[in-house]
């Protein structure tokens, strides 16, 4: 099901290393539009934070719209916010089954996608690779948020923040043509409303 392009609710994470003073392992609070989450690294780690903060924040009906790491390694951070606007939590994993830097999607729910690199493999390769391992895992979602973004090169800034939305609800359904449809929809009963409101006089 296509949720309403009118009731998505977005926020950024925001996470912290913390320490063993800290109650719990992974604590969470909001700070106004975002959401700050502070782990404590010698019981858990920053793959986990971000994948429980995801799965808080969604039961609560709040869509992460990127993850921003405060305070680590510069390749980490930007990795962690390149795979998290895409939808795609990030772990690293050992063993033989995973030799490269790939998507795994678990099940039939989107929201249940890992960028899965290897323990020990270049962080700034893996960001690279990230692109093409997306298109390769999810080729309709990555071909139609390709469009997008090449139309909202030349549309108004109105219309690029409406746009922005749609890639947001493209990536959560992982259903393009569903959230067409539903834009369609939209736009259509704005038009309608549009022509029954009687001009000012």
């Known amino acids: ?5 009118e ?10 290393r913390g320490d063993g003073r800290q109650e719990m392992p992974i604590m969470a609070r909001y700070d106004g539009d975002r959401v700050i989450s502070t782990y404590d690294p010698q019981r858990t780690s ?25 305070g680590h390694a510069m390749d980490l951070t930007a990795l962690f916010r390149a795979a998290s606007k895409l939808f795609l ?35 700034a390769d893996a960001l690279q690779l990230l692109p093409s391992a997306f298109t390769a895992a999810r080729p309709k979602v990555a071909h139609a948020l390709k469009y997008i973004e090449e139309e909202k090169k030349t549309s108004s800034e109105t219309l690029s923040r409406f746009l922005d939305e749609v890639i947001l609800m493209i990536l959560k359904a992982g259903d393009p043509d569903g959230v067409f449809a539903e834009m369609e929809r939209v736009l259509q009963l704005v038009e309608v409303q549009e022509a029954v409101v009687p001009a000012p006089v």
Not at 46 to 62: P, Q
């Open 89 to 123: 939590d990030v772990q690293f994993t050992s063993g033989p089954r995973i030799t490269e830097p790939v998507v795994k999607i678990f099940g039939d729910d989107m929201a249940q996608a890992s960028y899965c690199v290897p323990e020990g493999w270049d962080l």
């Open 7 to 16: 009731g998505l609710r977005v926020a950024p994470l925001h996470v912290h």
């Open 1 to 5: 099901m296509t949720q309403s392009l």
């Open 46 to 70: 920053v793959e986990m934070a971000v994948y429980l903060g995801r799965v808080r924040l969604s039961c609560e009906g709040i869509t992460i719209s990127e993850v921003i790491l405060e």
